[in-house]
């Protein structure tokens, strides 16, 4: 093998290596999703991904390929949205996002709720287990900004807790 086909190798090689990388965290990304949707009980059309970045900036799309923007910063930006109805199957709602960025390294994953929210180390081998803290943690903070915004906006007078209604 002359220099220059081992260098064509070394890039095919690199590609390969960016390629994986990708499909592991489209993967966990999926597994996020359909995690949480079953830990809410709730249809896939409730629970979507929306893309925090890139062309598709604040808009819901249908899997990881759309939502997932590789930042400058080595991790994946992207968001997650649960829409919320005061009865089950009517109308309105309220729809919750959560920005979320990640990054895979060898045995584990890195995963924040950004811009303050906790970070998750999820195994790579068996993130199943793991992930379950992040739905726990969704949850909980869904339900503590609904109890938190009557009294935050008209006692306290936070104009972030306004709901439209």
């Given amino acids: ?22 499909v592991d965290c489209y993967t966990l990304t999926g ?17 979507s991904f929306f893309a925090t970045q890139g ?20 991790f994946w930006h992207f968001g997650v949205s649960i829409d919320v109805m005061e009865e089950v199957d009517q109308m309105p709602c309220h729809t919750i996002g959560f920005e979320f960025r990640l990054k895979r390294l060898p045995d584990h994953y890195l995963l924040a709720i950004i811009p303050d929210g906790p970070q998750f180390q999820i195994s790579a081998a068996s993130p199943e287990a793991d992930l379950r803290a992040v739905y726990e943690h969704l949850y909980q903070s869904s339900l503590k900004r609904y109890g938190e915004a009557y009294r935050g906006y008209f006692v306290e007078g936070e104009p972030a807790k306004r709901f439209g209604f």
Avoid at 55 to 74: H, R, Y
Wanted: glycine share 12%.
């Fill in 31 to 47: 597994q996020l999703i359909d995690g949480l949707r079953e830990f809410l009980g709730v249809d896939e059309d409730l629970v």
């Fill in 1 to 22: 093998m002359s220099r220059y086909e081992t260098l064509c190798a070394a890039l095919r090689d690199l590609r390969e290596k960016y390629g994986q990388h990708r």
């Fill in 55 to 74: 062309n598709w900036q604040g808009k819901k799309v249908d899997g990881p390929a759309g939502a997932l923007n590789l930042g400058d910063d080595t």
